[in-house]
């Protein structure tokens, strides 16, 4: 690609322009940033090769992707949209998507074709363009939900492009990716917020995080994350989310009635069914990411 233009240059739109340079995949990247601050950072880590104010810098981009918190797709399209030659694909990072999607119609109307939304399934905890880092989404998957107007080869040049950072292409409608990720990221999500800030606001919460040890720290470590970022994906998957945080309290209720209870056996039961489904995930996940077998042969 000539130009790609990175809308939200943090630790995802950072750490795609880095692995695009990396993979030779793009000569010219700019960047359009909320924060003057972070824009000069990003320029001055080589993140981006140019800092852009305006909108009109979209016009000659071949690919625009968009990596702000997703309250802000819908004014950052409409304010994209006019400038939006018909050789672009623009393109998201948002972790929700039927909002998304949604946003994209209202604000492009007639360009919505050019929009092919999706998802790198590959963060942290970290934000801001001093995380960014290159090798973030290699062997990580690339959710794309394209809509009904996408063009086949719009969307392959989208996964062409995630391909080039190392990630997986996989395909879901944005219904199917929102009802996923509210149960294994927005929930997980919600309760370390949930935790933390509860042992945060008791009375003896210093002689409590005193002690605390690296089961907590695994536990709470994505509390880490961007509180306005997870505001965002909060209030915009909200009934997924409500049904995964409704479910888990019945299982919290259950689990209180066997506690209470002295029900060992039954807690025993749970505790090693979680525990064999873990060790099963952790075997298929770390099959799946690792690097090919090298070819040993003479
Ligand atoms: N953090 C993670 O692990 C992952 C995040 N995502 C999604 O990627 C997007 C970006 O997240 P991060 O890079 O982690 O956040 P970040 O906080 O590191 O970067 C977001 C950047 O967007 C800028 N920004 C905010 N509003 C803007 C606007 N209206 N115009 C231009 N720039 C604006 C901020 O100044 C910031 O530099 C979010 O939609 C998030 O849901 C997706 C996968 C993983
Ligand atoms: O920090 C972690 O482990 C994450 O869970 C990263 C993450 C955050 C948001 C996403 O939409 C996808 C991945």
Known sequence: MDKVVIIGVGLIGGSFARALKKAGAVRHVVGIERSAAFAQRALALGIVDAVATDFAAVADADLVLLAAPVAQTGRIL??????????????????TKA??????????????????????????????????????????????????ENAAPDIDKVAAAWRA???????????????VFAAVSHLPHLLAYALVDD???????????????????????????????????SLANQAALLAELDAYMAQLAQLRTRLAAGDGAS????????????????????????PPPTDTAE
């Open 199 to 233: 042992i945060a606001n008791k009375p003896h919460a210093d002689l409590l995080f005193q002690y605390a040890a690296s089961g907590f720290r695994d536990f709470t470590r994505i509390a880490g994350s961007s509180p306005e970022m997870w505001r965002d994906i």
């Open 165 to 179: 950072c190392g990630a997986v292409i996989h395909r879901l409608t944005p219904e199917e990716h929102d009802k």
């Open 78 to 95: 409409a304010a994209l949209a006019p400038h939006l030659a018909p050789g672009t694909i623009v393109t998201d990072a948002g972790s």
């Open 99 to 148: 909002d998304v999607v949604a946003a994209g119609r209202a604000a492009l109307g007639d360009k919505v074709a050019q929009f092919v939304p999706g998802h790198p399934i590959a963060g942290r905890e970290t934000n801001g363009p001093d995380a960014a880092i290159d090798d973030l989404y290699v062997g990580k998957k690339f959710v794309v939900t394209p809509l009904a």
């Open 267 to 290: 807690l025993e039961a749970v505790y090693g069914n979680a525990q064999r489904a873990r060790r099963q995930w952790i075997e298929a996940i770390e099959e799946a990411e690792a």
